[in-house]
């Protein structure tokens, strides 16, 4: 487990911060593609470029893993297996005097689709990218140097990336 702190500054981020305190995680996921590659998907309200990891909050009741299905069928139309866990982060959010915890649970997931396909168009998923796992820190790198209102979203969405990148790579 990694504990990561994020003070999260003012703009319109601040209030999509503030709704994490109504779920109590998400799960992230490094689908590895058939090719060898790392599947990145971006939004229509993204910042131009940007692409990262797909991730889903979880619903009451719900496990890691029963999230981790339901999220890559509706974000991608992926049947996927479960590789392993690769970490799990433990969020603490200081927006002004309030403190939201939140958990990010990283999956390694593989599949066998030839291609992604978006099944719930509330995902505003707008592309997909693949990537090799050695270009995933160069990916984070990118989230990180997001300014303005995208800056810590790129912090808190960078975190991930980089754990995956550190898990599954020796030499790149």
């Excluded at 066998?112 to 693949?130: K, L, S």
Aim: charged share 30%; proline share 5%.
């Amino acid at each position: 487990m990694r504990d990561c702190t994020i003070e999260v500054g003012d703009g319109l981020i601040r209030d999509w911060f503030s709704k994490l305190a109504n779920k109590r995680g998400e799960v992230v996921m490094v689908i590895l593609r058939p090719g060898g590659k790392v599947l990145l998907n971006t939004k229509d309200f993204y910042p131009p470029g940007v692409y990262r990891l797909p991730s889903g909050g979880m619903h009451p009741g719900e496990t890691p893993e029963e999230t981790l299905i339901r999220e890559a069928q509706e974000e991608t139309g992926f049947r996927v297996t479960i590789e392993r866990k690769l970490a799990e982060v433990h969020w603490t959010f200081k927006i002004a005097d309030r403190v939201v915890e939140f958990r990010s649970h990283v999956f390694l997931i593989s599949e066998t689709t030839a291609e992604p396909a978006v099944e719930d168009p509330n995902e505003r998923i707008t592309g997909f990218a693949e990537v090799e796992i050695c270009e995933l820190q160069d990916v984070a790198r990118r989230l990180r140097d997001l300014t303005g209102e995208w800056r810590d979203w790129g912090v808190f969405r960078a975190i991930p990336h980089e754990i995956a990148y550190r898990v599954l790579t020796t030499v790149c």
